[in-house]
T-cell receptor, first 113, second 114 residues
Framework: DQQVKQNSPSLSVQEGRISILNCDYT??????FLWYKKYPAEGPTFLIS?????DKNEDGRFTVFLNKSAKHLSLHIVPSQPGDSAVYFC????????????FGTGTRLKVLA | DVKVTQSSRYLVKRTGEKVFLECVQD?????MFWYRQDPGLGLRLIYF???????EKGDIPEGYSVSREKKERFSLILESASTNQTSMYLC?????????????FGPGTRLTVL
């Protein structure tokens, strides 16, 4: 049972435009969410996070939005750059006792120059 | 800067061999994790450890064991490698504080079992 879902396996966006990556979750107990970026042959790197007490967090070109009632979060990248081409994973946690995160299946973003 | 290193980037083993994957972190983190990444399946947790000599099973522990004798080192052991264990293996560590606890990943080991 996939508790964290990224329903779009891939996304192509023109350079300079907005990229929107989506993530849905089923467990209402999740209260921390992270986004990771992964280049081929490298480990994932942390990008941005949000806790359930907020509905938006911004860091430069990256903004994460959380809609708790819809159990949905999204990552916005504005403006998109070719170097943003990577696989993006969302991850969720609500079990702070063990610090476990459940990861989505990833979305491959391709930014076209 | 957190550094998580893994002993090998690429590894080729034969079916039935015992395989050791080593992970070292240099930030005195309490928690360490082993994941495997497969196309279409994302990252799946194999085992994690929240203290020296302490471990907990993740979502897919079958066929694997782990060892954490020192705080900075977490080993993943494939007792008898099988072809369905061909995958990218990722190690991660985190500070172990309450609440938001960011995980930092190593570069990964791509294991091929023939």
């Amino acid at each position: 049972d996939q508790q964290v879902k990224q329903n779009s396996p891939s996304l192509s966006v023109q350079e300079g435009r907005i990229s929107i990556l989506n993530c849905d979750y089923t467990n209402s107990m999740f209260d921390y969410f992270l986004w990771y970026k992964k280049y081929p042959a490298e480990g994932p790197t942390f990008l941005i996070s949000i806790s359930s007490i907020k509905d938006k967090n911004e860091d430069g070109r990256f903004t994460v939005f959380l809609n708790k009632s819809a159990k949905h979060l999204s990552l916005h990248i504005v403006p998109s750059q070719p170097g943003d081409s990577a696989v993006y994973f969302c991850a969720a946690s609500g079990d702070s006792g063990t610090y476990k995160y459940i990861f989505g299946t990833g979305t491959r973003l391709k930014v076209l120059a | 800067d957190v550094k998580v290193t893994q002993s090998s980037r690429y590894l080729v083993k034969r079916t039935g061999e015992k395989v050791f994957l080593e992970c070292v972190q240099d930030m005195d983190h309490e928690n360490m994790f082993w994941y495997r990444q497969d196309p279409g399946l994302g990252l799946r947790l194999i085992y994690f450890s929240y203290d020296v000599k302490m471990k907990e099973k993740g979502d897919i522990p079958e066929g694997y064991s782990v060892s954490r004798e020192k705080k900075e080192r977490f080993s993943l052991i494939l007792e008898s490698a099988s072809t369905n264990q061909t995958s990218m293996y990722l190690c991660a560590s985190s500070l172990g504080q309450g609440g938001l606890d960011t995980q930092y990943f190593g570069p990964g080991t791509r294991l091929t079992v023939l």
